[in-house]
């Protein structure tokens, strides 16, 4: 079995957007040797911060039955008034809209990163991987865990049963048929063809893949070593969706679902493919 490094891991999924290519964005070497030197930092303050927001998930939803963080893709969360008439729609006082924050997959990531960033005291390299994100209003996964890896995390492809690749795919043109004028979905995932990619050139959207091995093929038992890590950052559909996690589980916010959703955040075990196990299956995130 592999052991993994105690230091820090991007997991590409096999569930397509293409990157928007930053690969401009370069690190001095002082950045980072300043990062390694605070990742300790940097990790545990950002698990921390995936804990702290479920806990406060979990609370809110609680006393009020509502998701305090609302999905920020669903059209009616789109304006104050909005919001006021879905509150209104599950029986909610419009004061609460002050205690709503919007959030979505890649957001949820990007804030708890930044904090850790922020702690170790290196904040302008966060913000220098931010503001390239933000060109365009992107904001890809893989373009986050590619600059990553720029600062030391390593890029390992999962995949928990290549043999399905095919399945994967029609089942991905089923959900959600080609558009007109379109030849590719962003949601369609393209499994055999990523597959392809990484076994026989080491890449995920041009992006090095450091380990083609260790998350493929486990079927719905995940590597123990996998359960140790204390944060990583995984996508699916190639930065479609992104989910954090640590200690062999993940955090997923969903941008999507109904203010009433209790599952608008929810932690589940790395276990694509186990029984209550997650990335968790949404119709555009399987």
Known sequence: MRTFSPFFIAIFGVLGLASSAS???QFTA???????AANAVVVQTAATCLDNRYREH???YDQHGISKFYGNRRPEHQ???GLIGQLARFGKPASLITQLEATSCITLTLRCLKSGFER????????KIHADLARGNLFYGTDLQNHLRKLGWKILYWNPNPAKNADWDLDDRRLTPLATGRVWMPVWGGHAQRYR???NKGTYYSIPVDDDATLVGFGDQPPAAFKQLPLFVGTAH???????????EVIEAHSMRLLNARDNLE???FNPLGTGGGPRWTRTEK
């Open 23 to 25: 690969a401009d964005l």
């Open 30 to 36: 002082a950045e980072i040797s300043a990062y390694r």
């Open 58 to 60: 979990v609370q809110f």
């Open 79 to 81: 304006t104050r008034e």
């Open 120 to 127: 170790a005291g290196i904040l302008p390299i966060w913000q």
């Open 197 to 199: 990619e990484v076994k």
């Open 238 to 248: 190639s930065g479609y969706h992104v989910f954090p996690g640590r200690r062999g």
């Open 267 to 269: 932690f589940s075990r």
